[in-house]
């Protein structure tokens, strides 16, 4: 039982796509997160959702648009993908205000952009 | 904003030896957590162990204890017997009021047979 999964593993698409990144959990958590690791290995948030609401929006191009139907689910829109975008794409859960709850992240979408 | 830095990019110890990563942070909370993250080469992230900053005892969770001395702001890991599985990217990880886990820039754990 994969706790969070995130489909596709592995993403290669050309320079101007649009494109999507599922992500599910199915840990009872009310919160979930994105996360981009760089090529040099640098993690840092894009989003957060609770209970589907947006509570973190890092500084994010607004080509990234999250969208979360319910609080199992978290997805990311990329529009027009630009090089710079090519990284890895983490989701993560968590339950908010359990204090000292570490995140339950999926194993990673690695997304090349050509 | 709170800060993470690991000031060891690299680091490498001889298989069942003792090595120690570093970690320290930059808060103005008093309340918060503190976590080290293993990223082996499969890229999944795993939670190898956390410690609040109320709890003056460090954590330990079997060959991996901390040592946190919250006024120096240092949270430092130390991996005792050392495996070849140990070897990955560790990161250490802050989490204060806001929620938001903030990562260091991660050291990357040689384990020398």
């Known amino acids: 039982d994969t706790a969070v999964s995130q489909t596709p593993k592995y993403l290669v698409t050309q320079m101007g796509n649009d494109k999507s990144i599922k992500c599910e959990q199915n840990l009872g958590h009310d919160t979930m997160y994105w996360y981009k690791q760089d090529s040099k290995k640098f993690l840092k948030i894009m989003f957060s959702?609770?209970?589907?609401?947006?509570?973190i929006n890092e500084t994010v191009p607004n080509r990234f648009s999250p969208k979360s139907p319910d609080k199992a689910h978290l997805n990311l829109h990329i529009n027009s993908l630009e090089l710079g975008d090519s990284a890895v794409y983490f989701c993560a859960s968590s339950h908010l205000d359990r204090g000292s709850g570490g995140y339950t992240f999926g194993s990673g979408t690695r997304l090349t952009v050509v | 904003a709170q800060t993470v830095t690991q000031s060891q990019p690299e680091m490498s110890v001889q298989e069942a030896e003792t090595v120690t990563l570093s970690c320290t942070y930059d808060?103005?909370?008093?309340?918060?957590?503190l976590f080290w993250y293993k990223q082996p080469p499969s890229r999944q992230m795993i939670l190898v162990i956390r410690?609040?900053?109320?709890?003056?005892q460090n954590a330990t969770e079997n060959r991996f204890s901390v040592n946190f001395q919250k006024a120096a702001k240092s949270f430092s890991l130390k991996i005792s017997d050392s495996q070849l599985g140990d070897a990955a990217m560790y990161f250490c990880?802050?989490?204060?009021?806001?929620?938001?886990?903030?990562f260091g820039t991660g050291t990357r754990l040689t384990i020398i047979p």
């Open positions: 808060t103005s909370e008093s309340d918060y957590y």
């Open positions: 990880a802050y989490k204060g009021g806001n929620e938001k886990l903030t």
């Open positions: 959702y609770n209970n589907k609401e947006l509570i």
């Open positions: 410690q609040e900053a109320y709890k003056q």
